[in-house]
């Protein structure tokens, strides 16, 4: 309790992206349409997966769950980089900056579990195909969706827990658009080199072991499919190249910003970006551009909703209104 006594600082000043005023202009146009494409395309694929009978399947409820952790993921820190690239003063309190501190790792942990979890899915598929139905039931979906919010929350937690008590008494100035916890962690008033030996350990865990799973997956599946015939190992490794181009997309920034911490670099702001702002709006991109039974999905529900209506399809409380 002393060290929480200890701290004076009640707020922290966000350098964002940039100073130029012109470039902060742009960054606001194209961060703000960025930020609509991502709640838009995933809130169209979690409907498009809810409504079509055809998608109700262990694959689809993992991707529409992926798609609700993408707009929490770009949700946490995106609107007010957007809103500070309007402003002269960039702060946020120090209550907020340990929320986006808790929020960046429960998202980005539980979406590491969940791309783990959608790697088994296609192991299954593809190397136990007749046993997928009873493997990957929905009680077994639920229970990979639940163990990767679980792991998140420990994650960010444990990450708190060595963050949160760190006396700021003097320099609250961080580097970034966000509160990026190793940048936070150099701002206390002591020697954090401990602290930061713990969060390399905790990220450390937790990005490469999760990483290695897939890359192990990945290589059963298509050493798996090898055996059979070169067209099954096309259509292995087709289905594949979407979820190795997300876990690159994905694990590369994290892995490199959280596991090497001691030192920050000028590219650590743009590397932020990729899995805060970038993996979530190209995971809608990446997995419906490549899977023709979503983008069929995605056509009727559009066609459906923006085509004119005939009085027969209109509901009755409308149709009697009309005469």
Known sequence: MDKVNSSVVSEFVL???CSSQDLQLFFFVFFSVLYVVIVLGNL??????TSDNSLHSPMYFLLGNLSFVDICQASFATPKMIADFLSEHKTISFSGCIAQIFFIHLFTGGEMVLLVSMAYDRYVAICKPLHYVVIMSRR?????VMVSWAVGLVHTLSQLSFTVNLPFCGPNVVDSFFCDLPRVTKLAC?????????????????????????VVSYIIILVTVWFKSSAAMAKAFSTLAAHITVVILFFGPCIFIYVWPFTTYPVDKLLAIFYTIFTPILNPIIYTLRNRDMK?????????Y????????MPLVVRNSLY
């Open 15 to 17: 350098l964002g992206l």
């Open 44 to 49: 169209l694929i979690i409907m498009t997966v």
């Open 140 to 144: 077994t979906c639920s229970f990979l």
């Open 190 to 214: 002591l020697d954090s080199y401990t602290v930061e030996i713990l969060i390399v350990v905790n990220s450390g865990i937790l990005s490469l072991s999760t990483f290695s799973l897939l």
């Open 296 to 304: 069929a999905a995605m056509r009727k529900i559009i066609t459906y």
């Open 306 to 313: 923006l085509r004119p209506k005939k009085i027969s399809e």
